[in-house]
């Protein structure tokens, strides 16, 4: 497979040390796949005909599924890679969504939150960030969506879990 991902200084320094420590590089790409435990993961984008000098823009995508639980982990992309996602016909309704890009103005398009459908929206930012996240066009488009959305400024570690045959979210403010 061709890398996609600009090959600058960071990614010549991460792939020596790894090669350095014994650890052998796989590139990922979309359609790529790991099966474990009743559980799997896609890779959803990028492909390797997609290219970018921003390393955002080619944050890889992944669909978490197992028993009736699916997580859209969107690392930072932005509204040209959510259209993308689109136009290749690649999303489908999921329980929950990692907003893409930690909130940004930029990230979770109408269309694309249409697609999905998503029941939570999780958004990983920290409290008074340098950045602003999460945007509030952003937050207005996942209101709109009609899904929770759920923000670790506000409570810290968000864990969805199986029991009893259901799945549950614990919010680490929230006794157990």
Known sequence: MAQSLPRDEAWETLTEAARENGTTVVYVE????????GCEMTC????VEDTSDDSNAL???????????SVLFTGDIGEEQE???LERNLLTDIVV????????????????????????AVISCGEG?????????????LEMSGCE???????GQITFYEKGGAWKVRLFSEPE
């Open 30 to 37: 979309e359609g790529d796949a790991l099966r474990l435990s």
């Open 44 to 47: 959803l984008y990028p492909s």
């Open 59 to 69: 944050s890889q995508v992944w669909l978490f599924e197992k028993e009736g639980m």
């Open 83 to 85: 259209q993308l996602l």
């Open 97 to 120: 969504l990692k907003a893409a890009h930690h909130g940004s103005k930029y990230s979770s398009c109408a269309e694309f939150l249409e697609a999905a459908s998503p029941e939570y």
């Open 129 to 141: 960030n340098s950045y602003g996240h999460p945007h509030q066009e952003a937050l207005e488009r």
């Open 149 to 155: 959305i759920l923000q670790t400024q506000d409570s």
